[in-house]
């Protein structure tokens, strides 16, 4: 007998501990009745399978596997007749073979035994394991023979269970950013969708805490506070933004699930996310849009009353003017009173919507023109305007003159954010089905609250602004159905605006 057998069978009969020292009985009938009368005692059924199949496997003996078909049979008259049932006595079997094969695991990683001492007690040890478990299924069916549709429609719905949970594993990994953690918020498993948000590889997150994603958006108690809950067993729902590995930010709805183990205590939780960035980028679209539709309700009441008082003023100037000399003071009235007129007319833009006289323009065009009505005032501040436009003429649908108004106010506002003198950079690019105007200045830069504040109704960052250049800017390029993108590093460090049009080539 191989000594290493013997050896397996000797750390198999520890498992049953100090329930081996009630064993050591006669094979008689007072012995089985003793055995039975602890069936619903699991501890001790369990020690008696170990040592049972310890002893099997040690010595090989026929009088041991006979122990163990009458040991099945007992427990197949006890699913029948008793207080257990089938299921219970086969998972009993099956978890002692777990624990068996479990052991053997830890002894080949100690070195104590080798692949092949492995092997060999598997061999042993499978079919002793197979035909145990048929005699008590075989027992247990001579009992019941009645019964069997009842057992088979048991089977099918247990079949169905099985598919019905590859079903929703296969939903859970397919339509949601789904992963799982461990008691200290470690990740122990990500799906393909999760990496494919992240831009991780699973390598890269596997061990990793989840405040790798951190975005220092939310203040850290936000996630203590989440912690904390789903520490005490609740469900935890609510949005995040998270910080992707190329540094793109992206927004989730997240819901968080506990597992608890029989002391109550948290030992995983699983994650289950949806990506509803673009939900987020709306909902910013049509903050700002209600913003607008304010000013306009405040344009279209006061701008009739306005230019009526403003238009007699302008008349009574203008007739001093032709009945006496003109002075300084007379056309600073009047152009002050132009100057109010146009900021009325700016207002107007969101007081009554109307449809533009759309054509075909030439961007570049429009952007030359724009150009050379600011380069004296370029020149003035030491300011360069470069431009870098394509060979071919680049023309989008739209209504030339309120372009160049949008044009404008960028080009203005990028030369007035250069003080020191600089270079306005103005080029065009093509991609696909849009076109981008790209105007880059090197100028004072913009902090990222500056940024998220752009095109709300009077936000400026010029002492002397009132914040209705780029409301106008925006609303024309929303007309247009094109989008504008700002971007900028930091203060000092120059701003960027992308303006993109639906492009025919």
């Known amino acids: 007998m191989n000594s290493q057998m013997k050896y397996l069978g000797w750390k198999i009969k520890e498992l049953s501990g100090e329930v081996a020292g009630y064993l050591d009985l006669p094979r008689n009938n007072g012995k089985y009745s003793a055995i039975y009368s602890q069936l619903d005692n699991k501890y001790y059924?369990?020690?008696y399978i170990f040592y049972l199949v310890g002893e099997y496997l040690a010595e090989q003996s026929p009088a041991i596997k006979d122990d163990l078909f009458s040991f099945a049979n007992l427990l197949g008259r006890k699913?029948?007749?008793?207080?257990?049932s089938l299921d219970s006595s086969i998972g009993l079997l099956n978890e002692t073979r777990t624990d068996v094969f479990d052991l053997m695991e830890k002894e080949i990683e100690a070195g104590s035994i080798t692949t092949g001492d492995l092997l060999e007690s598997i061999k042993i040890l499978d079919p002793l394991y197979h035909a145990v478990l048929s005699s008590v299924v075989t027992h247990y069916n001579e009992i019941l023979s009645t019964t069997r549709f009842a057992l088979d429609e048991s089977a099918e719905g247990l079949k169905v269970t099985l598919t019905e949970l590859a079903e929703l594993k296969k939903a859970l990994n397919e339509a949601t950013i789904f992963a799982v953690m461990d008691e200290n918020d470690r990740f122990?498993?990500?799906?393909?969708?999760?990496?494919?948000?992240?831009?991780?590889?699973?390598?890269?997150?596997?061990?990793?805490p989840a405040a790798l994603l951190y975005s220092g958006y939310h203040p850290v108690e936000y996630f203590e506070e989440l912690l904390e809950e789903v520490s005490k067993g609740k469900v935890w729902n609510g949005e995040i933004l998270n910080k992707a590995k190329d540094g793109t930010t992206y927004w989730v709805d997240s819901t968080m699930v506990p597992f608890l183990d029989k002391n109550g205590k948290k030992y995983k939780h699983i994650s289950i996310q949806y990506d509803i960035t673009?939900?987020?980028r709306t909902e910013e679209t049509l903050q700002k849009a209600e913003k607008l539709s304010m000013v306009g309700e405040l344009a279209a009441g006061f701008a009739h009353e306005i230019r009526n008082p403003l238009t007699t003023i302008k008349g009574f100037v203008q007739l001093l003017t032709e009945t006496t000399n003109e002075t300084v003071f007379t056309k600073t009235i009047l152009d002050e009173i132009d100057r109010i007129n146009s900021i009325v007319s700016d207002f107007m833009i969101f007081a009554r919507p109307h449809q533009a006289d759309f054509s075909t323009c030439n961007l570049a065009s429009i952007l030359q023109s724009a150009a050379r009505f600011l380069e004296p005032e370029a020149l003035l501040r030491n300011v360069i305007i470069i431009t870098h436009f394509p060979n071919q003429e680049v023309k989008i649908s739209g209504e030339k003159n309120q372009l160049k108004q949008v044009f404008l106010n960028i080009l203005k506002n990028a030369i007035e954010a250069i003080p020191n003198g600089g270079i306005v950079t103005i080029s065009i690019e093509e991609r696909g089905k849009e076109v981008n105007?790209?105007?880059?200045?090197?100028?004072?830069g913009m902090t990222d609250e500056?940024?998220?504040?752009?095109?709300?109704?009077?936000?400026?960052?010029?002492?002397?602004?009132?914040?209705?250049?780029?409301?106008v800017t925006y609303k024309i390029i929303q007309d247009h159905k094109g989008r504008i993108t700002v971007e900028s590093d930091g203060p000092n460090k120059g701003t960027t605006f992308i303006v993109t049009f639906p492009y025919k080539n």
């Open 437 to 444: 105007v790209i105007i880059e200045d090197t100028g004072v």
């Open 79 to 84: 699913s029948v007749v008793g207080g257990g």
């Open 188 to 208: 122990i498993y990500v799906n393909e969708k999760f990496c494919e948000v992240t831009k991780y590889s699973q390598e890269e997150l596997i061990g990793k």
């Open 45 to 47: 059924m369990k020690g």
């Open 278 to 280: 673009e939900k987020k």
């Open 450 to 471: 500056q940024l998220k504040k752009l095109g709300e109704p009077f936000f400026t960052t010029k002492a002397a602004g009132n914040g209705l250049g780029l409301m």
